[in-house]
């Protein structure tokens, strides 16, 4: 598990090194660098299995979404200008989850806020593969199932995971490390995001 946060890594730093040689806009360079961000502090988390460093795990998941979100949300504007009350709204956003989450510490607020975020993006993203750029229907649909697939593991791990602990005692050791459905999660969300980066 944590091995598995390269994926969120090693890609996005290369993103972002092509987005500064390529001269882009600070907005896709922010979104790359959330993404690292979120999988050094998976990394710091899995590692340690300590509460600090899952917020560290946590918390960038939030405010990377919100850096999708506003990429979403200004690429039908003029090259390098702000919207600041979307940033506005999205920073108070990200704040207000903190806190509440830092006081709460109830993973289920902090599942929600996310999903929240994540629903924005899908939502937005098939109306600009749909309507407006359609000949990016391949990539968006291709970061989307590969996120959901993520997604979907993640439940199955987490629901079933005292029964997938007991098969796995009963495999080879190669085998039962490909089970880590919690890895599959990290590669899969990390691929998913960095090709939600490139739409």
């Not at 907005?27 to 340690?48: E, K």
């Not at 939030?62 to 600041?84: A, D, G, H």
């Not at 510490?105 to 994540?118: A, D, R």
């Not at 939502?123 to 749909?130: C, E, M, W």
Request: aromatic content about 18%; glycine content about 6%.
């Amino acid at each position: 598990n944590t091995v598995s946060n390269l994926i969120f890594i090693l890609p996005p730093i290369y993103g972002a090194i092509q987005t500064y040689k390529d001269g882009l806009e600070k907005r896709y360079l922010a979104a790359y660098l959330c993404l690292t961000a979120v999988g050094l502090g998976s990394w710091c988390f899995h590692m340690t299995l300590k509460y600090e460093m899952q917020l560290l795990d946590e918390l960038p998941m939030i405010y990377s979404c919100c850096v999708f979100v506003y990429c979403l949300y200004e690429c039908f504007k003029y090259k390098n200008t702000v919207n600041y009350p979307l940033l506005f709204l999205l920073i108070t956003y990200s704040v207000v989850v903190s806190i509440v989450y830092l006081n709460l510490k109830e993973p289920v607020f902090h599942q929600i806020m996310y999903g929240t975020l994540v629903s924005i993006i899908v939502l937005r993203s098939v109306y600009i593969v749909l309507w407006v750029y359609p000949w990016l229907r391949g990539l968006g649909y291709t970061s989307l199932t590969v996120f959901l697939m993520g997604f979907f593991l993640w439940n199955v791990d987490n629901i079933f995971c005292d029964k997938l602990r007991t098969l796995r005692e009963k495999m080879p050791p190669v085998v039962g490390a490909v089970t880590q459905f919690h890895a599959w999660w990290h590669i899969l969300t990390g691929l998913g995001s960095y090709l939600h980066i490139l739409l």
